[in-house]
């Protein structure tokens, strides 16, 4: 029996071209020629840990750049090892071949690079132990993940962020991120563009898939990494601009609710975020309900940054031609 035509028009074609060069288990490959089993692990039971890095092109200087390379291999294998788990290689090794596939593909636009370590074996039976792992690396052209310039509405969800006690947020692990699709999926279906998702025990944690920041009374205030949030590159990228170019202070402090209702600037920030500002919280405006000062001018340092126009920050980009 086949597909019926309905469902088959919905199907959306993969992002990546097919002759895309990859990096799995150890080689360089095309897109196409790398085929998963029906029974992989992973695939069933989320038992994977993953990345998402950013690496931004610049027209002017003919240029691409990486960003944070190093700093996101280094916290999947912080991931790995909460799953029982083991990176092939070292960081050096893994920004290398990120480099590497990034030159084979001749990018000439910003790209996203996603990473997975996962449990390959072809069996039932969930568990950590006794499993084959495997690994990828693959890239795609890629634009705005969320909307950064007129800012955007959110609701809190109604969803709860995974607890560290049944699954630790600070791990990037494949599974949790159904918690993050069924708040994503609540918010835009409601007609929202992102969700908040507060804590188990009520405090604000999250967007679906970015750390956030309030301005309040010229302070910035950040959930801290006990509050079941992953703890971003980008929001400690951003603690350190704030503190030494804005100098105001940021407050790594548990956050309620209602003070997302009542603070002057809130934004989220992530690799595929990057800095976007929130101008509506519940159907309440942020501030003055239009994009604040200060995450305008965060805006401006980092886009600056990233696409490594900046020589204060030269150090968080790797030029790959
Ligand atoms: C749940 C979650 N929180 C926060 C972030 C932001 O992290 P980073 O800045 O390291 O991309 C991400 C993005 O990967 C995420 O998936």
Not at 26 to 37: I, M, Q, S, T, W
Not at 164 to 176: E, V
Not at 216 to 235: A, N, Q, S, Y
Request: aromatic share 10%.
């Amino acid at each position: 029996m086949g597909v019926d035509t309905k469902a088959k028009a919905a199907v959306k074609k993969p992002a990546v071209h097919p002759n895309t060069w990859v990096f799995y288990e150890g080689e360089f490959a095309r897109y196409n020629d790398v085929r998963l089993g029906l029974m992989t692990h992973a695939l069933h039971y989320g038992t994977a840990v993953f990345e998402g890095i950013r690496a931004y092109w610049n027209e002017k200087k003919s240029q691409l750049y990486l960003l944070k390379a190093a700093a996101h291999y280094d916290r999947m294998r912080r991931s790995a090892n909460v799953m029982r788990m083991e990176l092939p290689f070292s960081t050096e090794e893994l920004v290398n071949f990120t480099i590497e596939l990034l030159r084979r593909n001749e990018y000439k636009s910003d790209v996203y690079v996603r990473p997975l370590l996962y449990t390959s074996s072809e069996e039932i039976g969930v568990r950590l132990h006794n499993l084959n792992r495997s690994f990828f690396i693959y890239s795609v052209p890629f634009g705005k993940y969320v909307e950064t310039d007129g800012g955007i509405k959110c609701m809190v969800s109604t969803w709860r962020r995974v607890p560290d006690q049944s699954l630790p947020a600070r791990a990037k692990i494949s599974g949790s991120y159904a918690q993050a699709a069924l708040a994503k999926s609540e918010a835009v279906e409601a007609g929202y563009d992102e969700a908040i998702v507060l804590s188990v025990d009520g405090h604000v944690s999250e967007g679906s898939a970015e750390n956030l920041f309030m301005l309040k009374d010229g302070e910035f205030v950040t959930p801290p990494v006990t509050d079941d949030i992953l703890e971003g590159v980008t929001r400690q990228l951003l603690i350190k601009v704030i503190e030494e170019e804005l100098n105001l202070p940021v407050l790594q402090r548990s956050i309620d609710r209602t003070e997302l209702y009542t603070c002057d600037e809130l934004l989220l920030c992530g690799t595929g975020a990057q800095i976007s500002p929130v101008i509506e919280v519940d159907r309440r405006p942020v501030g003055n309900g239009k994009v604040g000062e200060f995450t305008q001018e965060l805006q401006s340092i980092y886009f600056g940054a990233v696409r490594g126009e900046t020589p204060k920050y030269k150090d968080w980009t790797i030029p790959v031609y």
